[in-house]
């Protein structure tokens, strides 16, 4: 007998499974119903919070009756973590002489160990000291990120979270891939380490953390629980690659955040980054004003102003009965006469233009604010970075790069902007790395003889 059918490949020797694929559909429909938990083994699992989905098909009259409301972050193992921030650390750090450089008067450090049990340890003699904190952690890709199994990682570990192996070559444990996806295990990993951060910074202290999509909301609340929501500073966009991944299946990712944090956002203010030569080139002094360069600006503004609206007269005679059709005046008739007559007011080489405020160069600030978008033709991106530790350290094989590094220019502007040359501000990284850190504060203080101190 024939048949014009065609005929599969390979048979399929199991069923389908029903269960699955009715809670495959049932996340699809209710994606929030579905929740991290820990189950009778003590082991990580996906389940499903009923109460929860009884709400959302409208059966159930009071789901939070017996519960008390509160808004707030928590997670399979958060009790834990706070157990673990009080244990006494057992550890004890040991002097390695023979492979340091002039020993008794550096006052840099690289500690090699669990850097949760360093963090401890440190707590009495840099408690309250710490000018600056970044840290680059391990980004909970789904893949091949390394997390601690019972807190007590050893040098090997510490190195595996900045992607390398063991001496034998061995990957440490990483997420299988049905827990690959899962939060906890990054939120158990960091948040202890994180609360003992925050007992180093100074007053005027602050943290720079590196992070991508995946955890960068999850570290959000975490770091407004443990810093305070009113010392969140800004969310930086750092712009780590500069041509687009083609192979990407949705989109081409071309950035990294940097959440900034400070101890006490009343106490903390970013140094001011220095103009460059085109920058003050913006300034001029066509008309020889004694108090210098100056750059003119719009007084027009679209925000109504219910004093905007009245006319002026140029110098040379000519009458401008009101600013252009939908906007205003930035500042009030009075106000305008007194800029005018202390010379602040510009009309053009020959007073007859609309009038633009004089800004002089002399009364402006010392530098610029810092913006929250920082591109790589200023800070660097990965393939400078990998480029810089390639030419610093030779690896036995590429296997074994790292593969996230951060270029120094990028270090360097988080130190410029947080830190003083000459008030032996300490810098610390708990988890080093690459060292790039270190590299960038020992460049800025030959660059302008600073003084700053790197604890890595």
């Avoid at 820990?38 to 699992?45: E, I």
Wanted: proline share 5%.
């Amino acid at each position: 007998m024939s048949s014009d059918l065609a005929q599969p490949e390979k048979l399929e020797l199991h069923s389908l499974e029903i269960s699955k694929a009715n809670r495959a559909r049932l996340k699809q429909l209710f994606p929030h119903v579905f929740v991290e938990t820990v189950d009778g083994q003590g082991k990580l699992v996906e389940s499903i919070d009923f109460e929860k989905l009884k709400a959302e098909l409208g059966t159930f009259t009071d789901l939070f009756e017996g519960r008390r409301e509160h808004y707030g972050m928590d997670w399979p193992g958060k009790k834990e973590c706070m157990k673990i921030i009080q244990q006494p650390s057992i550890g004890t750090l040991k002097p390695s002489r023979e492979e340091s450089v002039n020993f008794d008067t550096t006052e840099n450090l690289f500690i090699e160990g669990d850097n949760l049990e360093v963090l401890k340890l440190l707590q009495k003699s840099y408690y309250g000291k710490v000018k600056m904190i970044y840290i680059d952690p391990p980004y909970n890709t789904g893949k091949e990120f390394i997390y601690p199994d019972k807190f007590s990682e050893s040098l090997e570990t510490y190195l595996a979270y900045a992607g390398l192996l063991d001496d034998e070559g061995r990957k440490f444990a990483t997420n299988t891939p049905n827990e690959g996806r899962f939060h906890t295990k990054w939120l158990n990993m960091m948040y202890p380490r994180l609360y003992l951060a925050r007992n180093l910074l100074r007053e005027d202290g602050v943290i720079f953390i590196s992070i991508d999509d995946n955890e960068v909301q999850n570290l959000r609340l975490i770091m407004n629980e443990i810093f305070g929501e009113e010392n969140f500073i800004a969310t930086i966009i750092w712009q780590k690659v500069f041509s687009p991944k083609n192979t990407a299946r949705h989109f081409s990712v071309d950035h990294d955040y940097i959440l900034t944090y400070a101890r006490n956002a009343d106490t903390w203010v970013p140094n001011l980054l220095p103009r460059t030569e085109k920058m003050k080139g913006r300034y001029s002094n066509p008309d020889n004003d004694p108090r210098g360069p100056w750059a003119s600006s719009d007084l027009c503004a679209r925000n109504y102003y219910s004093e905007g609206t009245y006319s002026v007269t140029c110098p040379s005679g000519r009458i401008i009965s009101k600013p252009p059709t939908g906007t205003y005046w930035r500042i009030s008739k009075k106000n305008f006469i007194k800029l005018d007559q202390d010379g602040r007011i510009y009309w053009g080489p020959k007073g007859n233009n609309m009038p633009r405020l004089k800004r002089f160069l002399s009364e402006v600030k010392k530098g610029i604010v810092p913006q929250t978008l920082w591109r790589y033709k200023e800070v660097g991106h990965t393939q400078e970075a990998k480029k810089e530790l390639l030419s610093l350290v030779e690896f036995k094989s590429s296997d074994i790069v790292f593969n996230t590094p951060k270029p120094t220019k990028l270090m360097e502007k988080m130190i410029q902007l947080a830190t003083n040359s000459n008030t032996n501000d300490i810098v610390l990284d708990f988890f080093a790395g690459s060292g790039t850190i270190g590299e960038a504060v020992l460049k800025m203080n030959n660059t302008n003889y600073g003084n700053r101190k790197s604890e890595v």
